[in-house]
Structures are given as structure tokens and as C-alpha cells.
């Protein structure tokens, strides 16, 4: 078994995929919509190949609130090869405004890794 894809909400999907696409080389498929549940998605295939993203827009999208700590899923984490990439990207996305949740550093785990948050909040662990 795999984990074939994960799903966020998005209240702007054509600026999260953007997003991705810009910073974590995602490529996306084409954009569903069923206009009958007014919903839309993109699924967001990542250069490695393994899980797909995909986001979703549709009526009764409540916010989150990421300043707590709640039950369910927490982060999505992305390798990008290297200490180095980890850095630059951190550097990169930080230059163009993007929240910097915690800097690049080894954890107690031994995880290399940064922390950052998406347009929407989601929470993004940049990885070795």
C-alpha cells in the first residue's frame, strides 16, 4: 500500500496552485469542476512522482483556525534533496514574503528541515 493522494481546502485555488507549482515544481492536471456542487480541484503531481496533492474549492468552507493545535492532519512535508536546497528554498520563499515558520535546523529526530506556511496557512515541512 501508498498513500495515493492527500486533499486541502483552499479558498483560492488557482493562487495555491500557483503556489506549488511555482516553489515545489508541482505540475497540475487539469482542473475539475462539477458545477452542480459548484466544486473545482487540481491534483498537483510532484517531480518524484509519489503521493499527489489535491486541492479543492467548493461552497461551505469554514477557515481552520492553524493558531491552535487540533486533532487531524498537521503538516505536509517535501524533500528537496539537500541541506543546501532546504536552505535556499527557505531563503527564496523568505525573500518573497512567505512565513517562515521555523528556520532550517536538524531536529531531535534527526530530521534537516524548515517550516513554512502556504498562502492559506497550511504548514509545510521543507525536507532533506
Do not use: Q
Not at 25 to 33: D, F, I, L, N, Q
Amino acid at each position: 500500500m501508498r498513500i495515493n493522494h492527500i486533499a486541502l481546502w483552499t479558498n483560492d485555488i488557482e493562487n495555491l496552485k500557483n503556489f506549488y507549482v511555482r516553489y515545489f515544481r508541482a505540475t497540475a492536471g487539469e482542473k475539475y469542476h462539477n458545477p452542480s456542487k459548484n466544486f473545482t480541484s487540481y491534483f498537483l503531481t510532484f517531480p518524484d512522482g509519489g503521493a499527489k496533492l489535491e486541492i479543492m474549492n467548493g461552497p461551505h468552507i469554514i477557515e481552520a483556525n492553524n493558531s491552535e493545535r487540533t486533532r487531524g492532519y498537521c503538516h505536509i512535508a517535501i524533500s528537496v534533496g539537500s541541506r543546501d536546497k532546504v536552505d535556499e528554498l527557505t531563503e527564496r520563499l523568505r525573500s518573497e514574503g512567505i512565513l517562515i515558520v521555523s528556520e532550517p535546523r536538524t531536529t531531535g529526530d534527526g530530521y534537516y528541515e524548515s517550516v513554512i506556511a502556504d498562502p492559506e496557512g497550511n504548514l509545510i515541512e521543507i525536507t532533506i
